[in-house]
């Protein structure tokens, strides 16, 4: 087998290949050439590892690959009809310029995360990343209403469309989504959007703020958001409202609070706690019951996001090795789609 590098460059050019640590990293500047290092890497036995920007690569364990794969090149938005609420895009596009674009049609983009500038929506995609809007909106994978998404070998695929009322069959982009590209490469995806809120309401309070917590538990308040996150000496609240001006103004009586910010300032500073608060690098994830909070909260170290509902931690920091979940039916799924073993397997 000839040096990957090599190989590299001249499928696509010296000036398209760089490095990502040891690996050389190929950056297409089309679909055409990604699928034609796939099938390049099929011929040579090669393993590629998917990323968009890179920043999720500490969340899945590490993995051999012969070559990085970005699809950063890869961007644009192909199609937004702001009336049917649906926005497609090609997998590098990033979520704060998807954001800005659909702000602008007063819609409201799931998901909501951290450094949202970084992060690709082919990367969010295929990472599984659930916002800290997860409570109101549900998971990420709810909202993918369909993918385009290059093989191992090389062949495209569709599944789903552009449409939230689709035809019927398997919907393989939920099985895509999430699957840290072990699966495909995502080239293009159909995110379903929200009507944008009325009115922002931001509030930042000390403490693990239960009567909150208890509060979007028993339905009584539904905040676009509601975080904990880790300080020095404990816990702080971080709770966006979002909605008509009534229902604002009933929530902030219900809880005796009143507003710390409103409008762009309010959700600046939701962007600012999300930055602040969620781990950068390798993190374990941790959920448990309403119940189990208190446990969970005592151990947590370092900087660490907990989101309500099913009770979600993530905590900076890799989890043990023998406390990682054995995924069999992962890898036989795994065999199925990929079975040349181009893509790098998650853990």
């Known amino acids: 087998m000839s040096d990957p590098r090599t190989l590299l460059e001249r499928e696509i050019g010296a000036a398209q290949v760089s490095s990502l640590g040891a690996l050389p990293l190929a950056e297409p500047r089309d679909e055409e050439q990604l699928c034609a290092l796939l099938r390049l890497a099929t011929r040579e036995h090669l393993c590629v590892l998917p990323l968009g920007f890179g920043t999720k690569l500490a969340w899945r364990a590490s993995s051999v690959a012969d070559f990085a794969l970005t699809t950063r090149a890869l ?12 926005i497609t895009a090609r997998a590098g596009t990033t979520l704060a310029h998807l954001r800005a674009r659909t702000a602008a049609e007063r819609h409201w983009l ?44 090389g062949t495209v695929v569709k599944s789903g469309g552009r449409l939230v009322k689709n035809v019927t ?10 699957a840290h590209g072990s699966l495909c490469v995502v080239l293009e995806a159909s995110l379903r959007l929200f009507s944008a809120p009325r009115r922002y309401a931001w509030l930042q309070v000390p403490g693990e703020g239960r009567e909150w917590l208890e509060a979007a538990w ?130």
């Open 169 to 178: 069959g398997y919907d393989m982009h939920r099985l895509y989504t999430g």
């Open 218 to 347: 028993r339905g009584a308040i539904r905040p676009l958001i509601l975080a904990l996150g880790r300080v020095e000496n404990g816990w702080e609240l971080g709770v966006l409202l979002g909605g008509a001006e009534e229902v604002v103004a009933e929530e902030l009586a219900l809880v005796q609070h009143a507003a710390t910010l409103e409008g762009e300032a309010a959700l600046t500073a939701a962007r600012t706690f999300a930055n602040t608060h969620t781990p950068e690098g390798a993190c374990t994830r941790l959920e448990c019951l309403p119940t189990g909070l208190g446990e969970l909260l005592s151990r947590a170290r370092g900087r660490c996001l907990v989101l309500p509902g099913v009770v979600t931690a993530q905590i900076e920091g890799a989890p043990p090795a023998a406390e990682r979940p054995q995924r069999t039916l992962d890898r036989r799924i795994k065999q199925a789609l990929d079975p040349h073993g181009v893509l790098a397997e998650v853990g």
């Open 75 to 86: 961007s644009g938005i192909v199609e937004y009809e702001p009336d049917e609420g649906v």
């Open 110 to 153: 799931t998901p909501f995360v951290a450094r949202e500038e970084r992060t690709s929506l082919g990367g969010a995609i295929s990472a599984g990343q659930s916002g800290l809007d997860r409570l109101r909106f549900g998971p990420l994978r709810h909202h993918v209403l369909g993918l385009r998404v290059a093989l191992g070998d």
